[in-house]
């Protein structure tokens, strides 16, 4: 949806009597990228939602390209303008392994010992990749699409 | 009657509302008959399982707990009653299914399920039901499950949110170590006494568990591994994820040679880290008595002339504050005082000199003492022993403990 691509890209919106199609085409002529950003929804649950302000849902909107060693340095408010472009280093495409430490950096409110252990999220919690077991999506190395939904959660012992 | 028949003739009545169900019919009102179901854990998920085993025609049911029925227990054991409070849980639960369908055969088991006894008693049937509690029996579970090549039915409740799943699933699913190679740190691992449970959640998932084995046994069950989540407070409150398939290097039911790793006759316990901690008998530890208090002489210096420089503050979330505090104590929770310590501290106004710190039992409240103490040094910081447990048992039995 380019009218959303432009949005979060903090571009000026065109006036009425341009037309949106043009506009953000030419927009993205401009700097050569095709999607600047990628919009996810994040579910938490089992326990998990609690780290994360006892919220259990959250739309995010992530850059398309991201540092390839997860530095999540820069909020998604301020994503890397393509004219001015923040990340000198190497970039890959946003995957579920970056998704991680950015919500660990972002959205966390406490405790990061009960969500991540190491570069991954610690044992006991699954990772659901549009309700798919993301080892069957390729776990961290998942590269997040639009409108894809990713789900955290804790496994239970109680009975 | 036929080899292939009912037992008895009325129980061509008894069963007759599911027997005219295509797809289910004599041959699944006779697969349940001959079939044996062991129920791991007669609690929450447990006495819904049971019930619901026993009044649909399960030939014999196993029932293994090593508990005994307590007050606390009963807003989601549905078996068990007050009478029985106090009489171990199998014996309870098989009273109560007794009462239900007394033709079908019940085994009782009292004792812990051990990996030393685990096969023993698990062997004999044709679908296993964990309805445990804790993350080590969950191995043990599983690991013995697929050793004997059986089917285990999972589930798992806490507070409001549940989970489902079939193990081993014909000898080819995923078990439950292909899921969890790791086990989570005890302290991660809540339980419902700490976390808290909602009564009708385990009776959700309990129930499904009583139908997967049924759905099993019958021949109905799709085959498919799949984990189901419930929320009961999400929109929608079920969702069903596709799980991956089993891990060749996984080291119960992978391949052999491709094994990572073993698993030791071992202690299940030490595996996920030792078990979960006494937190009573850790909040009840004397410690320093510059730095802790017990309940009988805070109620001394509340009857004293210290009293009007004296501040009580409790660190339990407000919900539990909500359920029963002591009339003069502040509450600020433990968390909220963590993120901002130097608020917490400015909420003590000047002419307080001595600050008691207060939980449920204990553990909590050393915590905040002494992150209060490290920015109040003029005013003396005691934490409470045994916390509001201790108090209703020393001071005041009128107080409530839940
Ligand atoms: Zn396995």
Redesign the pocket.
């Known amino acids: 949806m380019p009218q959303r691509c432009c949005q979060y890209a903090g571009w000026q919106l065109p006036s009425l009597t341009e037309d949106y199609g043009t506009f953000c085409r030419l927009r993205r002529n401009d700097c050569g990228v095709t999607a600047v950003h990628i919009s996810l929804k994040v579910e938490f649950g089992g326990g998990l939602e609690l780290l994360f302000d006892n919220q259990r849902s959250h739309k995010l909107t992530l850059p398309a390209r991201v540092p390839l060693d997860n530095s999540t340095s820069s909020p998604p408010s301020s994503p890397p303008s393509p004219q001015n472009n923040e990340y000198e280093g190497e970039t890959k495409p946003v995957d579920v392994a970056y998704l991680i430490h950015w919500l660990r950096h972002h959205l966390l409110k406490e405790r990061a010992e009960l969500f991540m252990e190491g570069d991954t999220v610690r044992p006991g919690i699954l990772v659901l990749i549009n309700d798919t077991d993301w080892e069957l999506e390729g776990e961290g190395e998942y590269v997040i699409k639009n409108g894809d939904e990713v789900v955290f959660i804790s496994t239970l012992h109680g009975g | 009657m036929s080899a292939a028949g009912l037992n008895h003739l009325d129980d061509y009545q008894r069963y007759g509302r599911q027997m005219i169900l295509d797809g289910f019919g004599l041959p699944g009102q006779v697969a349940l008959q001959n079939a044996s179901v062991v129920v791991v854990g007669a609690g929450g998920l447990g006495c819904p399982a049971l019930q619901y085993l026993a009044a649909s025609g399960i030939g014999r049911i196993g029932i293994v707990d090593h508990d005994v029925v307590e007050l606390s227990n009963l807003h989601r054991q549905i078996l068990h009653t007050e009478q029985r409070v106090g009489m171990p849980k199998a014996e309870s639960a098989a009273e109560a299914i007794r009462t239900l369908n007394s033709k079908i055969k019940i085994n009782i088991y009292t004792e812990a399920l051990s990996a030393l006894n685990a096969l023993d008693i698990l062997s004999s049937y044709d679908v296993i039901l964990d309805c445990t509690d804790n993350a080590p029996t969950r191995y043990l579970l599983s690991d013995t499950a ?1 050793a004997l090549g059986k089917p285990l039915v999972s589930g798992a409740a806490q507070k409001f949110d549940g989970q489902l799943c079939v193990y081993n699933l014909n000898n080819e699913g ?2 439950y ?2 899921i969890f190679p790791k086990p989570p740190a005890p302290e991660h691992a809540g339980t419902c006494e700490e976390t808290g449970i909602l009564g009708t959640v385990t009776g959700v998932i309990g129930t499904l568990q009583a139908l997967e084995a049924i759905k099993l046994l019958a021949g109905m069950h799709e085959g498919k591994a799949s984990l189901l989540i419930y929320s009961a407070l999400g929109v929608p409150p079920f969702r069903s994820i596709k799980l991956r398939s ?2 060749p290097t ?1 080291p ?3 391949q052999e040679g491709l094994k990572e790793g073993q698993i030791r006759d071992t202690d299940y316990v030490a595996f996920c880290g030792g078990g979960p901690p006494d937190w009573e008998k850790k909040g009840m530890m004397q410690g320093d008595p510059g730095l802790r208090i017990t309940p009988t002489k805070l109620n001394d210096i509340l009857a004293s002339e210290a009293a009007s420089h004296t501040k009580i503050l409790d660190v339990r979330p407000r919900t539990e504050f909500g359920i029963c505090h002591l009339w003069e104590s502040i509450n600020i929770p433990l968390k909220e005082l963590s993120a901002n310590p130097t608020t917490t501290a400015s909420v003590l106004e000047d002419g307080v000199k001595e600050v008691y710190v207060v939980c449920r039992l204990g553990n909590d409240s050393q915590i905040a003492a002494d992150a209060l103490r490290a920015l109040r040094r003029d005013v003396v910081v005691k934490d409470v022993i045994g916390g509001l447990k201790a108090w209703s048992r020393d001071v005041d039995p009128d107080f409530p403990v839940y």
């Open positions: 697929v995923p078990c170590r292909c089993r891990r996984c119960a039911c992978g």
